[in-house]
Structure formats: C-alpha cells, structure tokens
C-alpha cells in the first residue's frame, strides 16, 4: 500500500520550457513533504521542502506547490536545463514521526537541447 | 570528501549467502538509515538508527539485522540471501529529527 505515488514514470521536456513534476499522497497525516533528485549511480540528494502550512516555496528556478485538499503536490523547474534531467522523487512525512518518510517511486525527466 | 559512503557498489551472490554491506557517514549526524529500493522504484525505509539506538524497525525479514557500533556506522547484514533481496539497498544520515537526509550511492545487490 504506496501512500506517495508518481504516476508518471517519465516526462520529456524541451531545454528553457517549464517541467512540471506531480505527486499524489493518500495519508492526510502527512504535513512535510520533500523533493529529491536522482543522478544514475549515485544516491538521492535534497531539493526542496514544503510543511502543510505553506502552499508554496520557491528556491531558484524550483518550486514546489501544496494542494492539502486535494492531496497533490508538484514541483516546477523553469526553466529547464539539460542537468536536470534525473530521477524525482517526492517524499512525505508526518511531525510525529519525521524519521520516517515515504517516498514515491520517481520521475525519470529528461531536459532535451 | 565522500559523506555517506557504501561499501561495496555491487554484490553477486548466490541464494543462501550471508552477506553484509556498510556504511559510513562522517556528517557527524546522529540519525542513520537503511533503505531498500524495490523493482518498482519505491525507497522503502527498513531501519533507523539514533546514536546507535533502533528506533524504527519496519517489517523486514528477521533475516535481516543492522548493526550500528558507532554513531557514524550503520551496517547491514542479510543472513540465507534470497532472490526477492535483489535491489538497490541505500544509506542515508540526517541531524535528528531533520527532514534533510543524505544518501550513500547505493550498493546493488543481485541474488542469483
């Protein structure tokens, strides 16, 4: 039972253009969420963050928006570079337990020229 | 300067193998974990320590045992490997209660 789901396991985008990377959680317990970035060979590192009390954060060209209602998540590269293209992965976690994160299963995006 | 390193990047090894993989941060962090990522990509925690003591223990296979001497080691020993341990089995740290995590390059293992 995935309580983060990516559902799209790839998305193409042209180099400059806006990438728009979505995620999905189940629990309504979850009020911390991360974004990490995955090069091949090596492990996850850190993007960006967002707690339940914003609705968005921004961080340079990266920008992670907050439905609660809708229990939705996504993250907005703009504009997009060839070294973005990696795997995305979303995470969640509850202030009860912030060791513990779920993690979806990533979005593979690749920045063409 | 590596932060989280592996020990070692790949594993063949046959089904019933005992095999063990470490790592090693030198963050100075507190907080270590181990996770499994699966055939369809999740990274699922399995094991969490703080200053050496468990504290999160998810459902994995007794098979399975961590083993923390120190606060910047946490190493993984799988007894009577099996096919289904097949995946990329990743490290990270954090501060305690930090939601940043850093993660080791993963460490491949294949159960033929």
């Known amino acids: 039972d995935q309580q983060v789901k990516q559902n799209s396991p790839s998305l193409s985008v042209q180099e400059g253009r806006i990438s728009i990377l979505n995620c999905d959680y189940t629990?309504?317990?979850?009020?911390?969420f991360l974004w990490y970035k995955k090069y091949p060979a090596e492990g996850p590192t850190f993007l960006i963050s967002?707690?339940?009390?914003?609705d968005k954060n921004e961080d340079g060209r990266f920008t992670v928006f907050l439905n609660k209602s809708a229990k939705h998540l996504s993250l907005h590269i703009v504009p997009s570079q060839p070294g973005d293209s990696a795997v995305y992965f979303c995470a969640a976690s509850t202030k009860y337990n912030f060791n513990k994160f779920y993690f979806g299963s990533g979005t593979k995006l690749n920045v063409k020229p | 300067d590596t932060a989280v390193s592996q020990t070692p990047k790949y594993l063949v090894t046959q089904m019933g193998n005992d095999k063990s993989i470490k790592c090693e941060q030198n963050?100075?962090?507190?907080?270590m974990y181990w996770y499994k990522q699966d055939s369809k990509k999740f990274l699922k925690i399995m094991f969490s320590y703080n200053n050496k003591e468990l504290i999160i223990n998810e459902t994995v296979p007794n098979r399975f045992s961590p083993k923390s001497p120190d606060k910047a080691h946490l190493n993984l020993h799988i007894n009577s490997l099996e096919l289904g341990d097949s995946a990329v089995y990743f490290c990270a740290s954090s501060p305690f209660a930090s939601e940043t995590q850093y993660f080791g390059p993963g460490t491949r293992l294949l159960v033929l």
């Open positions: 963050l100075g962090h507190d907080t």
């Open positions: 967002i707690s339940s009390i914003k």
């Open positions: 629990n309504s317990m979850f009020d911390y």
